[in-house]
Structures are given as C-alpha cells and as structure tokens.
C-alpha cells in the first residue's frame, strides 16, 4: 500500500504562479511513476503530468511549457510547479502513484485531492 499526502494549492489570479508537492508513504519501493491528474466540475478526470522513477516525463498539451512536474527520490516527494496559470486551470488536483507488476497489470494510488482556483 502507498499513502500520498498533498499540499499547497489554493487561489491565485490567472497569469500567476502555484506549486503543489505530494508526500508518499508506505510501499514506496513499488512505485514506477508518480504524477497528478485533475477533475474540473463536470469533467472527467484527465492527466495533467507524470513522472517516471527514471526522470522520464509527460505532460498534458494544455500544460506543456506553463507546468513543471519533478521527483526528490529521497524524500519520496513529487512536486508540480504551476505558471502562467489560466482561468481553465482550476479543478480538483490529485496526486497519483502508479505501482506496475510483472503481469503488467497497474496498481493505482490516489491522494485526497486539493483545490485550485484561478481566479481575478
């Protein structure tokens, strides 16, 4: 089992800048790649960035060059930096760790979520 904690997140004014950092806990091992999705109202879940135990990273179009997702390996902590953030930005964040096993079946682990609002 992996435990994900997050914080930050918040209200900030479109154009302006946020940062959110996810702390895991447990089988810590297991995990192949950390990343955080998103939930607007209304919306289904999508991905907004991830990032492999090897440094390997992905990230949404809509992110791409406004968001920065990084991993301190020693502190088992994953972080997202958020810039030039836009009203279409706000949603729920989550914090996901991904645990894949020999069959090549997925184990996923979420956090609780935190709020970003952007918003003038």
């Known amino acids: 089992q992996v435990q994900l904690v997050e914080s930050g997140g918040g209200l900030v004014q479109p154009g302006g800048s946020l940062g959110l950092s996810c702390a895991a806990s447990?089988?810590?091992?297991?995990?192949?790649?950390m990343g955080w999705y998103r939930q607007a109202p209304g919306k289904q879940r999508e991905l907004v960035a991830e990032?492999?135990?090897?440094?390997?990273?992905n990230y949404a179009d809509s992110v791409k060059g406004r968001f920065t997702i990084s991993r301190d390996n020693a502190k088992n902590t994953a972080y997202l930096q958020m810039n030039s953030l836009k009203p279409e930005d706000t949603a729920v964040y989550y914090c996901?760790?991904?645990?894949?096993?020999?069959?090549?079946?997925?184990?996923?682990?979420w956090g609780q979520g935190t709020q970003v609002t952007v918003s003038s």
């Open positions: 990032i492999t135990s090897g440094g390997t990273t």
């Open positions: 447990g089988s810590i091992l297991s995990i192949n790649a």
């Open positions: 996901n760790a991904v645990h894949v096993l020999v069959s090549g079946a997925r184990l996923d682990y």
